[in-house]
């Protein structure tokens, strides 16, 4: 018999029938096969240590990619922001990268088209051909279809120059 503490216990011939035929197919002893069963049927201890890092480790992935989405939002508000400044003139007029388009005070100006690629007067807009000094056309301007006053510009800013932009960007 093996060496340590062993206790008796009483169990009914079906469980001790299951018992053998497990000790049987494990080739192991009996007393080996109950903790075989006891050691896959018990529960999962955890360190509470662990459970603690990996809740703080969880917390600081999610704020880190709240942080990345609250940049990406500042970014895309900050551009906004700058395309609509240049059209009001409150800063100095912005080029886009990679796109022939210039927003300036009341105007987006597109070098080298001779129409717009779309609909401007979905917008409240219409175009106009811009020549240079010596008559030829060089691009058209897309300009508010207002009739003046600065409230008006920034009432029509507020509702059709991202959309305008977008959709130009789109189809350029």
């Known amino acids: 018999m093996p060496s340590g503490r062993y206790k008796t216990i009483t169990v009914s011939e079906k469980t001790y029938n299951a018992l053998v035929e497990l000790a049987k197919q494990k080739g192991v002893s009996i007393s080996k096969a109950v903790e075989i069963l006891l050691e896959e049927?018990?529960?999962?201890?955890?360190?509470?240590d662990k459970i603690y890092k990996a809740i703080e480790d969880a917390k600081k992935e999610i704020i880190q990619t709240i942080i990345q989405n609250l940049s990406k939002y500042k970014e895309k508000?900050?551009?906004i922001t700058s395309v609509k400044d240049?059209?009001?003139?409150k800063r100095e007029p912005l080029i886009l990268k990679d796109k022939p388009i210039t927003i300036s005070k009341a105007q987006i100006f597109i070098e080298g088209l001779y129409e717009p690629p779309i609909d401007v007067s979905k917008y409240n807009a219409r175009w106009i051909e811009e020549p240079d000094e010596e008559g030829r056309v060089i691009?058209?301007?897309?300009v508010p279809n207002?009739?003046?006053?600065?409230k008006?510009?920034?009432?029509?800013?507020e509702q059709y120059l991202v959309n305008l932009i977008k959709d130009l960007l789109a189809n350029l």
């Open 152 to 157: 008006e510009l920034e009432e029509w800013t």
């Open 41 to 48: 049927k018990a529960p999962v201890l955890v360190d509470a």
């Open 146 to 150: 207002l009739s003046g006053g600065e």
């Open 139 to 142: 691009g058209i301007s897309i």
């Open 77 to 79: 508000r900050s551009w």
């Open 86 to 89: 240049a059209f009001l003139g």
